[in-house]
């Protein structure tokens, strides 16, 4: 299942965490934790906020992975769904409402 989580960062924690995050290799950021895999993460730094894509069953392991932001990060998780399942999704609902 993948999920949409949206950040943003606490007011007085914004230049102490752009410190911590700018000082991470690539292989640090990539890590998001055993049992989820990141699809993407994209940044408005100057808002102090953005949007990751990770996919996952395991949501006890997403949430220790978020988990670790949280003294920084407001955070919000929705499921979420690519294309290709989207639009299974819209067919069986149009069959269900002209059934």
């Known amino acids: ?3 949409m989580v949206t950040w943003r960062l606490h007011d007085d924690k914004r230049i102490a965490t752009l410190e911590a995050w700018a000082s991470l290799t690539p292989q640090e ?3 998001v934790g055993d049992g989820v ?3 993407g993460r994209w940044h408005d730094l ?3 906020m953005g949007t990751l894509i990770v996919e996952t ?3 006890p392991a997403l949430n220790r992975y978020l988990g670790q932001w949280i003294p920084v990060l407001d955070l919000e998780v ?4 690519d294309d290709e ?3 299974a999704v819209a067919r069986q609902i149009l069959a ?3 059934a």
């Open 85 to 87: 399942e989207s639009a």
């Open 29 to 31: 950021r990539a890590d």
């Open 78 to 81: 929705v499921p979420v769904l």
């Open 1 to 3: 299942m993948k999920f």
């Open 96 to 98: 269900d409402l002209t």
């Open 57 to 59: 069953d395991d949501l």
């Open 46 to 48: 100057s808002a102090g």
């Open 37 to 39: 895999k990141l699809i």
